[in-house]
């Protein structure tokens, strides 16, 4: 039975929408629900196929202010965030949602 509560303990996946603030682009990946924003950034960049993007999760603070989220915040209830960097796929194109 030991094997049944450690299925129980591991975390289920949630998929998250990262859109960029300015409209160019949007990214679904799945993560652990108990994930930090450091892992979505990780999750997007693998699924661009390009670790050496620079991207930046970001929040918006009035109507036209951003402000970067930090990597180590957990995920928590959210499924929707904006992001500043390039959400293009290799090719030149959006990446698939």
Do not use: C, F, W
Not at 33 to 47: M, N, S, W
Not at 48 to 57: A, D, V
Request: net charge negative; hydrophobic share 45%.
């Amino acid at each position: 039975m030991a094997g049944e509560s450690e299925a129980a303990a591991a975390p289920g996946m949630v998929a998250v929408l990262v859109e960029h603030a300015m409209g160019k682009g949007e990214v679904r990946v799945e993560v652990p629900e108990t994930a930090r924003l450091g892992d979505v950034k990780e999750a997007v960049t693998r699924q661009l196929e390009s670790g050496s993007r620079r991207l930046r999760l970001v929040r918006r603070a009035g109507t036209a202010t951003l402000v970067t989220l930090a990597d180590d915040e957990l995920l928590g209830d959210r499924r929707r965030l904006l992001a500043m960097g390039d959400l293009s796929a290799p090719g030149g194109g959006a990446a698939p949602p």
